[in-house]
């Protein structure tokens, strides 16, 4: 399920609140005010169990914006007797760090332990992060990071391998809307929206409950008299922002994977919305064309071979028109590319090929098929016993094209899918021929 987001949540039913934007009314004061994260606060949830033994360990959390990430921090420290010692790595540099370190030691020496939180903790470089190590390992501090980006990648391993990494989901629908509600009932007044436009304003939140509220203040500025909003009148009161999407960080790999893994499945409409996803994110259609290109020869081959010029053409189409009219021919690509029957022999065959070519070394090709220009190399004999395939009956000569020193070994094995099938009949013809004209040799 989806996940709380930070400084959201407070318990409903408030008669008064404090001046303040509404994300931060909305703060939660217990855990299990948190919307969302049952699968790491409720029954046997790693954070749950680590509150019931009143014992927390360095953890980090990755998890979208708006997910309670600072939040969950803060109400751990609470759950758990720890001081709370909150740190953004954008704001901080080596002096803050020491700073709290020597806080911390301070802290330690009358019996008190700190719960370090670093908010966007993989903005530290890696020397920064090593930084940490000897104050977790002696106890000194509980190190709680926040990071939106996937820890294997934005977090050296010294720090991994001494803190636990938990995932905190994006807030669904369901959750969404708990939030909405609760935002009504500290405004005391409904939000002016149809039942329409209440469901587009959760999925423009895109499952950030942070942005959700912020949303949700703009609509409550209206007069009070306003007369409910439907969605078109909606998306002329907000700003949309695009969906979360970073083309240089984890979701620009996230989304290309499921992009190829759905055109490999064969489910168009799945595809269509992926690249749609990366589109509407600001990526590069070059960048799709190339991965395009990539998948017409490893997941369709042979059994296609139109599809490698249907990517190419894409690829023609948007150099030639640019955005937004090229990015059809990317669309043609993709609804082509999910629909034609998928093999991937050629991509085996290569691997195969590759494989024999580093264990067999540098084997020369047989005499017979090298060609002798010079007259020493036709006494060397060169070129010596070369039958023309086609002075051959039936244009096969049934040659052995492989190394002396090396058996035929067969790297293509096409599928029994589209054009491949006629190539499979050519292989079994030529393959037959071959069997003939070595009998007749022997």
Known sequence: MSAGGDNLFAAAGLETAPAGPLADRLRPKILDEIIGQDHLLKGEGPLARMVQAKKLASL??????????????????????????????????????????????????????????????HRFNRAQQDGFLPYVEDGTVVLVGATTENPSFALNSALLSRASVVVLHRLDDAALEA???RAEVIENRALPLTADARAALRAMAD???????????????????????????LAETLQKRAPLYDKT???????????HKSMRGSDVDAALYWMARMLV?????????????????????????????Q???????????????????????????????????????ESRAKRAAREHGSLMPPMHI??????????????????????????????NYFP?????????????RGFEREILKRLDYWQKLRNKRQAEEK
């Open 207 to 233: 499952g950030d409950g942070r942005y959700l509220l912020n949303m949700a203040e703009q609509i409550y500025t209206l007069p009070p008299s306003t007369a409910p909003l439907d969605s078109e009148r």
């Open 249 to 259: 960080q984890d979701e620009h790999y996230n989304l290309i994977s499921a992009l």
């Open 311 to 349: 990517a190419l053409a894409a690829k023609e189409m948007y150099d030639f028109l640019g955005s937004p009219e090229g990015e059809l021919g990317l669309v043609q690509a993709v609804v082509y590319l999910a629909t034609a029957p998928k093999s991937n022999a050629a991509y085996k065959a």
């Open 404 to 416: 002396e020193d090396m058996e035929r070994q067969v790297f293509y094995r096409p599928v029994e």
């Open 281 to 309: 994110g600001g990526e590069d259609p070059l960048y799709i064309c190339r991965r395009l290109v990539r998948f017409a020869a490893e997941d369709v081959g042979m059994a296609d071979p139109n599809a490698l010029l």
């Open 370 to 399: 090298l060609n002798a220009p010079t007259k020493m190399m036709k006494e060397l004999g060169y070129n010596k016993g070369y039958a023309y395939d086609h002075d051959a009956e039936d244009g096969f000569s049934g040659q």
């Open 179 to 181: 939030l909405l509600q």
């Open 60 to 121: 980090i959390l990755w998890g979208p914006p708006g997910t309670g990430k600072t939040s969950i921090a803060r109400l751990l420290a609470d759950a758990t007797g720890l001081v709370f010692a909150p740190l953004s790595a954008v704001f901080s540099g080596v002096a803050d760090l020491r700073k709290v370190f020597d806080e911390a030691r301070k802290r330690r020496a009358i019996g008190q332990t700190t719960l370090l939180f670093v908010d966007e903790i």
